[in-house]
């Protein structure tokens, strides 16, 4: 046994090795002291999954575990490649039982006729996408939402029970029953018998992830088969009234249409896996995300004070404590993930728990932040072909929990416990969650209306529109005629989030609707405080003319953001900035920033007057000679042609201002290179959908095997949200860049203003909220 840490490479391995112990990989490779302890089964895992491997995600990213004879995977990015080729890496082994039983556990199983096969979570193509396609349809959030009230209705009862006791458990008092009951009513199962299931849907999950002692394999091994009789049972009833509400009726009378899709191993199979696929991730989950609110008390405080932020809460919650805390795949053939050579046969386990705490995907990944931007790409739900089916009734039932539980106990706290998990990889959530509260000061003893207010849940992803975040005014202060600047600090004393220059936040003027964006105007290295500078346009929509008329200092506002989709790029030689009026806001930060990074930049600020052009005196003091002022009543104006006649090698033009100007500055860019001019847009110039114009198209989504049709009155991004695909979006005009997606093949009809020219020339990426397919179908990597 050696030791010694070996060098990347020398071993034939990609990673370096710390310490190395007397085990081999497959491959032959050796195996690291840390690889050869990896024990899922240990406490240490159980706790914190993410945590427990953090070693193998920052170092050994992709090792071998002797212990459990898989390969375990770490990374976001190789996780989600092992989920986008489900050919390479086939989920058959998703159900295996990953401790093998000993021979009288195996007489047990037969003995019930058990025969649990292939369901959807398991099955290979060419098996499973036309089966996942014909049952898909009651799980588009159009077919989610007439369980809303049911769920709704289940979580008020079970509040109702235990509201006045002061303390519960709400796993057993709650969480644990209500999405089993939703679950049966989903699948179409009658109610009875909830407390047998319950027991035996424990056993099936011991039975499948765990690892059972060979003394306990005999009793979970009966449970299990009469889990399975029950299934079956249940299947026969259904045969006789299958015209009744339920996802497996919907199964039942499909398999009349298509016998070889829908076929009866099928039915009985997923009789049984649907209910712990249903029930017991949700239940976890939701277990999991009030454990780790209540531990954050003051995002508990602030998701009571702003019901908003709850479907993102929901999403960040799943993204750092997720029910599912890894999954499994199969070699079927001789492939290299991450670099690391993997036989055909070889089983993987990919712990999508430790790819949701990867840096690289997530910036500040351990922090735990329901404003986070990008929550919902978390893997908890796997990706692509085989992505969880019931995601959105999942995110329903969970939002509707919060819901409740952030506006009838938001004094609730977490009691003084130790959390036990079923030791299994795979399903985790706490078996107790102990919480208490004072009664004498629930909310609704002295409004008692507040039982039965609803905030309404968003079914699908989260939009971002909704992550605002609170702001106090610390001054308003006039900078111009007709222009105020507003400081902007953060109710609690800690800073607000750092911004980079080019960046804005949108305000939301008086109500959500009216949402404004502005840039930020001030120093970006003066941490914590926002600046921003509002023009009054008594022409506009109304944003500015509340702020000039509304604002003063010491109000609460809300905002979303910062977010810079007008990003200097601090490797140029030269800067060439160009402001017309109010644009000056994002073009005097890039410039103090060109600035402080000694850059070599020039600043050509216009406008009507002097009086009507803010930070003049400022910006005079910071760049000198540098700047240059065009005041119209002067006589004086921006040569435009004249000054980007010759373009500069390497150097970029920034330039933010009235639309004609922008136009104006297209032209005289001409003959620069492509990508020469960045211009900072507001104002959407995309003419709202006109269906009398429009065409409609077809897109084939090559990670999900779908194909989807728009028609002329839809958008790509709402016609792949009814089909259940997760798209980010924000503004839905074409102006963020955030709805990106990855284009395999076809002519995409570019609308938005974000793409440069030669990025639409390249055709690998369009904007779903705005562009369409010019012709024919397009293919995307979705
Ligand atoms: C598949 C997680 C709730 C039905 C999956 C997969 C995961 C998962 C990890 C496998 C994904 C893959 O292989 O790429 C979760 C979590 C849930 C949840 C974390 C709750 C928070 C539900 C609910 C239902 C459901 C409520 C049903 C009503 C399914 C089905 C599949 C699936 C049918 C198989 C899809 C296929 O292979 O085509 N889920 N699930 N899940 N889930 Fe869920
Ligand atoms: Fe902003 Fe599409 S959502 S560009």
Redesign the pocket.
Known sequence: MSDTAIPPHASGCPVAHGPLSSERTPTGCPVSERAAGFDPFEDGYQQDPPEYVRWAREKEPIFFSPKLGYWVITRYDDIKAV?RD?ITFS?SN?LEKITPTGDEANAVLASYGFALNR?????DEPA?MPR?RV?MDP?TPEALKHHEPMVRELARSYVDRFIDDGKADLVDQMLWEI?LT??LH??GVPEEDMDTLRKYSIAHTVNTWGRPKPEEQVAVAHAVGNFWQYAGKVLEKMRQDPDAPG?MQYGIRKQKLHPEVVTDSYLHS?MMA?IV???E??A??TANAMKLLLQHPQVWRELCEDPGLIPNAVEEC?RHN???AA?RRLVTRDTQVGGVDLPAGSRLLIV?SSANHDEAHFSDADLFDIRRDNASDH?????????????N???M??QIFLEEFTRRLPHMRLSQQRFSYVPNTSFRGPEHLWVEWDPAANPERSSPKLRDVQVPVRIGEPSRHAIARPVVVERVTPVAEGIVKLRLVSPDGKPLPRWTAGSHIDVECGTPELSRQYSLCGDPDQAGVLEIAVLHEPEGRGGSAWVHAQVKAGDRLRIRGPRNHFRLDESLPKAIFVAGGIGITPVSAMARRAKALGMDYELHYSGRSRRRMAFLDELAALHGERLHVYARDEGRRCDLPALLAEPVAGAQVYACGPLRMLEALEGCCAAWPEGALRVEHFESTLATLDPAREHAFEVELKDSGLVVIVPPEQTLLSALRAANVDVQSDCEEGLCGSCEVRVLSGRVDHRDVVLTRSEREANNKMMACCSRACEGRLVLEL
């Open positions: 989920f489900n989920p998703a369901t959807l979570v398991n099955e499973h996942r049952l799980f999405p939703v679950a989903f699948l996802w997923m649907g696929a249903a029930h991730t949700t976890n989950a799943l997720g029910s599912v999954w999508t893997l908890t739900f796997g990706y692509g072909s085989h992505q969880c089916m019931g995601k009734l999942a995110r039932e969970m």
